[in-house]
């Protein structure tokens, strides 16, 4: 799978845009980017996922780049709620069952 | 639904003692998986099954066993705790051939003194 690097935290003001970076220059063509979040040692949960067009869902959207080695997730309107470590996670549909967890970025949202 | 479920949620052991971390999911997926999280690390995989009786060596699998005799349930069975096994650990489960959201249970503290 390919590898993954992220800045370890980041802030953001409630109610403004965060904007979560992910640099995976290393990634193959039938490799898929994943979002998952984990909120104070729950366990972690699915967020969004996309292979090379911008995604949007209820929860956030994920814009990928066209030469596809880097990924912006997007939380619209972060409330505290958000406050959580963000992984970004590249690998392929089919295959290895390993989802690879890297150390994420820690987001905090600043009343 | 209630989604994935662990017992115990703590648990303290002393070094070679044994246990079994339950794991059960009501979603009829038939992939499980279980992953541990050291302290500020992200998650590794221990073992993973596609289907009932048919499980695989994950990442660090080392010091753990699996059984899968039914969809419903996944146990993790510890046979000598060790101080190493210290950690946090999670139970997931997905439903191919979908895009590999897995629902994660609420984990399972475990400390070995």
């Known amino acids: 799978d390919a590898k993954t690097t992220q800045p370890p935290s980041m802030d953001c003001a409630e109610g403004r845009a965060a904007n979560l970076p992910c640099n995976h220059s290393t990634i193959s063509g039938n490799e898929y980017v994943y979002w998952y979040r984990q909120i104070h040692s729950q366990g972690p949960q699915y967020i969004i996922h996309?292979?090379?067009?911008n995604e949007t869902n209820e929860?956030?959207?994920?814009?990928?780049?066209?030469d596809r080695k880097s990924s912006t997730l997007i939380l619209p309107h972060a409330t505290l709620r958000d406050t959580a470590v963000y992984y970004c996670i590249v690998r392929a549909l089919f295959g290895n069952e390993k989802l690879t967890f890297g150390?994420?970025?820690r987001l905090t949202i600043i009343p | 639904n209630a989604g994935v479920t662990q017992t115990p949620k703590f648990r303290i052991l002393k070094i070679g003692q044994s246990m079994t971390l339950q794991c059960t999911q009501d979603m009829n997926h038939n992939y499980m998986y279980w992953y541990r999280q050291d302290p500020g690390m992200g998650l590794k995989l221990i073992y993973y099954s596609v289907g009932a009786g048919i499980t695989d060596k994950g990442e660090v699998p080392n010091g753990y066993n699996v059984s899968r005799s039914t969809?419903?349930?996944?146990?993790?069975?510890?046979?000598?705790?060790?101080?190493?096994?210290?950690?946090?650990y999670f139970c997931a489960s997905r439903d191919p051939p979908s895009v590999n959201e897995q629902f994660f249970g609420p984990g399972t503290r475990l400390t070995v003194l």
């Open chain 1, 103 to 105: 150390t994420g970025t």
């Open chain 1, 59 to 66: 929860m956030a959207s994920l814009i990928i780049t066209e």
């Open chain 2, 71 to 88: 969809t419903e349930d996944f146990p993790l069975r510890l046979e000598l705790a060790a101080p190493s096994q210290t950690s946090v």
């Open chain 1, 50 to 53: 996309g292979l090379k067009n």
